[in-house]
């Protein structure tokens, strides 16, 4: 059974850092592209970055410049390192799956993946 498990989240001030883990069961990451989402309360879902079965990445705008995903295929675990962290950062983060051999880039739409995690909370407060 194809599994993510989402690790690390927890309250940080704002101007830290967290490191979200994503550990995945029952395949291999290799042919896979990752993606990191976020819902905060009353806003809609939101794609934060995403990564390609390549190494490929792509990240939102409003994450630039302070949030890196990565993969390492032999652990089967993708991360995302949140630098410079806001209190806009605040949300439930989620990874999700897609098979993506053959696809050079990711994408961040969520509507192409078909496997997700149960989330972790990241609060960013003072």
């Known amino acids: 059974q194809l599994q993510l498990v989402e690790s690390g989240g927890g309250l940080v001030q704002p101007g830290g850092s967290l490191r979200l883990s994503c550990a995945v069961f029952?395949?291999?990451?290799?042919?896979?592209?990752i993606g990191w989402f976020r819902q905060a309360p009353g806003k809609e879902r939101e794609g934060v970055s995403c990564i390609s079965s390549g190494g490929n990445t792509n990240y939102a705008d409003s994450v630039k410049g302070r949030f890196t995903i990565s993969r390492d295929n032999g652990k089967n675990t993708v991360y995302l390192q949140m630098n410079s962290l806001k209190s806009e950062d605040t949300a439930i983060y989620y990874c999700?799956?897609?098979?993506?051999?053959?696809?050079?880039?990711?994408?961040?739409?969520?509507?192409?993946?078909?496997?997700w995690g149960q989330g972790t909370q990241v609060t960013v407060s003072s």
């Open positions: 029952g395949f291999t990451l290799d042919y896979y592209s």
């Open positions: 999700a799956a897609f098979w993506a051999y053959g696809r050079r880039w990711c994408t961040r739409a969520s509507n192409e993946y078909d496997y």
